[in-house]
């Protein structure tokens, strides 16, 4: 697998709770290398409770880490979106960041969220 994909994190929820957007999408990347930000995982875990299904979730994923190089990438990205008049959630940007660095499409139900962000390619 030479090609790395990276989950948002309605993706993970589509997954987690097997529904047809999720299985759909797991078909779409089942060639992929997969992997899950330290961002998603945050909102993952901001669920009150039954985090086993998380956690079996994780376990079958790579993570990455939201680092120096994707900070400075985020202020990159948050300056051109700036100048395009174009605004985004700041969790967003940081996955989108986390992507672009680690050379990650971006696997994303919410499209119109990053459709605007250079560098990035969406599935």
């Keep these: 697998m030479d ?3 990276c989950l948002d994190t309605d993706v993970c929820v589509e ?3 097997n529904t047809e957007k999720g299985k759909i999408k797991q078909k779409e990347i089942e060639n992929y290398e997969t992997f899950i930000t330290t ?3 945050f909102e ?3 669920r009150e409770k039954n985090f086993y299904p998380v956690e079996r ?3 079958d994923v790579n993570v990455l880490d939201f680092t120096e190089i994707g900070a400075r990438k985020s202020s990159e990205i948050l300056k051109n979106l700036k100048n395009k008049d174009k605004i985004t959630d700041m969790r967003d940007l940081f996955i989108a960041a986390t992507c672009i660095v ?3 499409k ?3 139900l919410n499209k119109k969220h990053f459709e ?3 560098w990035l390619e969406l599935i």
Excluded: Y
């Design 102 to 104: 680690n050379n990650c």
């Design 3 to 5: 090609q790395k994909v």
């Design 106 to 108: 971006l696997a994303t």
């Design 44 to 46: 993952l875990f901001l």
């Design 15 to 17: 997954i987690l709770k």
């Design 57 to 59: 979730l994780l376990s």
């Design 116 to 118: 605007h962000i250079d």
């Design 39 to 41: 961002i998603s995982i």
